[in-house]
């Protein structure tokens, strides 16, 4: 249906992205993991044209459950974590990275929020390939946050490699 979210963070610093995870589920799914593919863009803003970058998945493990606190029990919304893996680099800078999944099951995947939301949030989604919009929780109306994970390496700044260099032949010469 072509129905994506997103959100922001920041790298202070620049980075080598591994690997992006998600945390996605099912209606029906239980315990079984039924994501199929990825779709995902890191981008300056929400008005950036979508450009998508399609991802084979792999199972990163069951995390949790979806509930309401009227069913706590309910086990056939397993939350899983979705796994991505890339080779990207970015510089220090505020991004919005987007996704959207697809799984074998008629119903989702589906995006939980973070729990607990104070409004703060800023994620927003996109229905049936419109224009990005922010992300309220039908019940409180507050604006929420999604989960995800950047995994990585962060990538010394230029003049920290040197003085590793400057280290390294410093080294060499005493052993001389």
Do not use: H, K
Not at 23 to 49: P, W
Not at 123 to 146: I, K, R
Request: hydrophobic fraction near 40%; glycine fraction near 10%; charged fraction near 10%.
């Amino acid at each position: 249906v072509n129905n994506a979210v997103a959100d922001n963070f920041t790298a202070s610093s620049s980075w080598n992205i591994t690997q992006l995870t998600f945390y996605m589920y099912q209606t029906g799914a239980n315990s079984t993991f039924t994501f199929t593919g990825l779709n995902y863009q890191i981008c300056s803003s929400n008005s950036d044209a979508v450009s998508w970058t399609s991802a084979s998945v792999s199972n990163g493990g069951l995390v949790a459950y979806r509930v309401t606190n009227t069913t706590l029990t309910d086990r056939t919304r397993a939350i899983f974590a979705i796994n991505v893996s890339v080779n990207l680099n970015i510089g220090p800078g505020n991004y919005i990275l987007r996704w959207q999944a697809s799984g074998s099951l008629a119903s989702g995947p589906w995006q939980p929020p973070v729990v607990p939301t104070n409004g703060g949030g800023n994620a927003t989604q996109s229905l049936a390939g419109g224009a990005f919009n922010p992300l309220v929780d039908t019940g409180s109306s507050l604006n929420m946050e999604l989960p995800f994970t950047i995994s990585g390496t962060e990538v010394p700044a230029p003049g920290a490699l040197a003085l590793v260099g400057v280290g390294a032949i410093v080294t060499t010469r005493r052993r001389r």
